[in-house]
């Protein structure tokens, strides 16, 4: 064997040196904030696995609202169905906001993420005993799993900073664990006072991260944040549409109710529809400029999230009704459809439209459109089709309003142009 020659040494890079493949980073890295103004920043592979178990929970919560209000328990059931949504909703949400500050995808991340991950899946499993026996030791059980991993993250963050940002994440970590002995009272309680205790939990949950912020915000990201929000909206817009499609397929093979079904159908899907262009006909992530708009606009999703997903049960009630499987009238049936349409489309023109509506035509259709739905409610076997052609007609309306608006607006522009030039 003869040696030879090594070839010369290529010369130095210019410039900053490539950052490492990802399967070349280290498996344990310091977990420290990442930039509010990073480029190309989109969700993970790990969060979207991470949304669709959290809809589990979600179907199962609406399977519980569908079968309490099918029985005439529409009350009992509305209750229990915002109790669990919010612990659904709120624990979902601490994961976002955080991964949008703190996601440095690591081993230790990953996997405290995936135990997450299997709390929510315990809390699903534990929804239909609290809506039926108000036996909420699993729900407990699946929340502390999801928030003492969620602590340990924070303690990370403590651990790896300094100063006014380590004093945020300490108040993060403490809050919610103090919070999650709170939700205890949930298994000692009487029924009685088991609704008082969750309004009090729910306010002093929602302060954890105002107080925690007060003297350093973390650097989430707003166009990750607006990312993350309309891809669960989403996930439940296609949770609710694969519920009310199973619910019209078994009363079309069991009571051959085509005709019956069919507005209901056709209604839904113009719902479904129009609330997706709705949410995503304007850009929200450039109105997330602060902590104070950027709280209420993530609190205020507790309503979009929980509507979406109510007009799928109602769906089915609708269903159920119509084939005579549901112990209530038409007109309950219908409402269980109508009602959270126009609470979503009130929800989201609070939080989104109104910011972007220009004149009173603009800003008034998504109200009027609500009021609307409300009273179609009241039109029988076909209120549910009208609701979907009113939210249809929304849609026309407010875009037929933006592409004048956005006519004249040209004209206008053409006209001083012509005018500067002479």
Known sequence: MTSSTPPPAAPPPSGPP???????????????????????????????????????????????????????????????????????????????????????????????????????????????????????????????????????????????????????????????????????????????????????????????PVYAEKDHPTSWHPHHIAERYGLFTIIVLGETIAAATVAVKSGIQENDALGELLPIAVGGLLIVFAAWWIYFVVPIHGHLRSNRQSFLWGYGHYFVFASAAAIGAGLEVAVEQAVGEAHLSTLAASAAVTLPTALFLLTVWALHARHFKVGLAQQSVLPVTALLVICCTFLGDLAVLAAGLVSALAVATGTTLTARLAAREARESAARVSDAVV
């Open 18 to 208: 490539a950052p490492p493949l990802p399967g070349r980073m280290k498996p344990l890295r310091r977990l420290t904030a990442r930039g509010r103004e990073e480029t190309h920043r989109v969700a993970t592979p790990l969060e979207l696995f991470f949304d669709l178990c959290f809809v589990v929970a979600i179907a199962q919560a609406g399977v519980q609202l569908v079968h309490a209000v099918a029985e005439s328990h529409a009350g009992e059931g509305i209750l229990n169905y915002a109790m669990l949504f919010f612990a659904i909703w709120w624990a979902w949400m601490n994961f976002t906001w955080f991964a949008s500050a703190y996601d440095n995808d690591d081993v230790l991340y990953r996997i405290v993420t995936l135990v997450q991950i299997a709390g929510v899946l315990v809390l699903a499993a534990g929804v239909s005993q609290a809506f039926e026996d108000h036996e909420f030791v699993a729900v407990w059980l699946g929340y502390a799993i999801m928030r003492c991993a969620l602590s340990s993250q924070w303690l990370r963050v403590a651990w790896s900073t300094a100063g006014p940002e380590r004093t945020m994440a300490l108040r993060y970590a403490g809050g919610v664990l103090l919070c999650q002995v709170g939700w205890l009272g949930l298994l000692i309680l009487p029924e009685g006072g088991r609704a008082w205790l969750f309004l009090v939990m729910a306010l002093l949950e929602m302060c954890v």
